[in-house]
């Protein structure tokens, strides 16, 4: 042997993570409807979500609420009801990206 020890490739755990910083940016979304009011959501500069306020009337009691309307990553996967507001979806958002 020649004497040096073997490298030990150690996977991180949870602990050292750190919540990634989260940016909501406005846009107008295209949807074909009065829903337009849109934000881009970016964790650490890259895109995660599209979120669309909804805002007519077909909507009923989720009028203003927010729909993730395009998911990317592990926020692919859309919630079973729209979010109250941007604080709950940020919420959803941090726990999809394991934060």
Wanted: charged share 25%; aromatic share 6%; glycine share 10%.
């Amino acid at each position: 042997m020649s004497g040096t020890a073997p490298i030990r490739i150690m996977r991180a755990t949870g602990s050292c993570r750190r919540a990634p910083h989260l940016a909501f940016r406005g846009i107008r979304v295209d949807t074909s409807s009065s829903d337009q009011e849109g934000r881009l959501v970016l964790a650490d500069d890259h895109l995660v979500a599209v979120l669309v306020r909804l805002d007519g009337a077909e909507h009923g009691s989720d009028c203003g609420r927010w729909l993730l309307e395009a998911g990317f990553g592990r926020c692919a996967d859309p919630p079973v009801r729209p979010f109250l507001d941007l604080k709950a979806a940020a919420r959803w958002i941090r726990r999809r990206l394991g934060a």
